[in-house]
């Protein structure tokens, strides 16, 4: 089972929404579709559902064509489960209704069975009498993925599906789908604007941006080799710091950064960006810096520097340490780059 998209564009009136995407989601596979509000996410998804009359490309499912401009497979033919950010459970069904609601396909003496398997596999077995309102948020999210996989779809389409939990019971949940997801072997494709969930939850993430995708890959090439600063920022927290080409390296106020093999840039002006955990603390051996603050956030503590920029100016800098580390106020450090964690990009429009 798998999903390839060929060339898919969409158009809203004159806006260009979708401007060519290509993908293919393996089977098994979890493929996130990460980027900012209305790049396309939520119209690409409904495209592979069948929600949205295609306009141009094709659609495959398991190697079967669903979708070509003038020849679509009605959605409900599709084979095809969705999860929405607000559940869309029947509140006068119960659970286990709610469940079989989808599996007019299963012959009916079978459908019982099939109820009970997809429960189990959200650990929602004993709640197959409840009615949703009986349920709390996250509960009724695992009932709504019970739901979508119970057919066994070619696919399981999630759109914003944690969105509307409170901060702890989505990391719950979304720890949920993730084992529900990969034990049931079926291939999704989630939308997200978090990249903390993407991350969480991609074995391969599609970064959009303006109706294209502008990397895909695993979430450790994003994070670690972002194709440009777009990339680099939407994955996770930079500091931008000022720097020059000379040669193969990238002059910085915190040092040199050697360029990477194959990098394409030209002498002269550029912009490093540096994870804030590849930004080293030391007692000596690097750049001077002064601690403007340091906070415990859980699991890193969080450090702002300042460090002279070389032009007069200060530049400001953030550290995320190991939990424990404790400097103050004032505090007189030295600070070096992981070059792992930097990336040296063309300088910043203005
Ligand atoms: N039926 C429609 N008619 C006109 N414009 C639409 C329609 N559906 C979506 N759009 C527009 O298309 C753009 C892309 O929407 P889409 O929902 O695909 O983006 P998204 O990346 O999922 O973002 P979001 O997370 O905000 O939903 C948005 O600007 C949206 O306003």
């Not at 070509?68 to 509140?91: N, S, T």
């Not at 659970?95 to 396909?105: C, D």
């Not at 080799?225 to 915190?254: C, K, S, W």
Request: proline share 8%.
């Amino acid at each position: 089972m798998s999903l390839r998209l060929t060339g898919i564009r969409h158009a809203f009136g004159q806006r260009e929404i979708l401007r060519g995407v290509d993908l293919h989601v393996r089977p098994g596979e979890i493929l996130c579709l990460l980027g900012p509000s209305g790049c396309g996410k939520t119209t690409l998804l409904r495209l592979v559902a069948g929600l949205e009359e295609l306009q141009a490309g094709r659609i495959e499912l398991g190697g079967a064509l669903v979708g070509e401009k003038g020849r679509e497979v009605p959605p409900e033919q599709r084979h095809v489960g969705f999860v929405f950010q607000d559940y869309a459970l029947f509140p006068h069904l119960t659970v286990a209704e709610n469940v079989a609601f989808g599996l007019h396909r299963i012959p009916r003496g079978e459908r019982p069975w099939a109820v009970t398997e997809a429960l189990a596999r959200v650990g929602l077995e004993t709640y197959a009498h409840a009615y949703p309102h009986m349920l709390s948020g996250g509960q009724q999210q695992r009932v709504a993925l019970a739901r979508a996989l119970a057919p066994r779809p070619q696919v399981v389409l999630l759109d914003e599906a944690f969105a509307s939990l409170d901060a702890r019971l989505r990391e719950q949940v979304r720890d949920d789908t993730l084992h529900v997801l990969q034990s049931a072997g079926i291939p999704a494709m989630i939308v997200t604007h978090d990249a903390e969930e993407a991350m969480f939850l991609a074995d391969r993430i599609a970064l959009m941006q303006e109706g294209r995708v502008i990397q895909l890959g695993r979430p450790e090439e994003l994070y670690l080799a972002p194709a440009d600063p777009f990339v680099a920022t939407f994955l996770g927290e930079v500091n931008r710091l000022p720097a020059r080409i000379r040669g193969a390296r990238a002059e910085t106020a915190i040092g040199p950064l050697p360029l990477r093999p194959g990098a394409d840039l030209a002498e002269g002006p550029a912009e490093v960006l540096l994870r804030p955990e590849g930004l080293r603390v030391q007692e000596e051996g690097g750049t001077p810096a002064e601690v403007e603050a340091c906070r415990l956030l859980g699991a890193t503590t969080l450090v702002h520097l300042a460090v002279a920029d070389g032009a007069g100016g200060l530049l400001h800098l953030h550290a995320r340490l190991p939990p424990g580390i404790r400097l103050s106020r004032g505090q007189r450090v030295t600070v070096a780059m992981d070059p792992e964690r930097a990336f040296v990009f063309p300088p910043a429009a203005p």
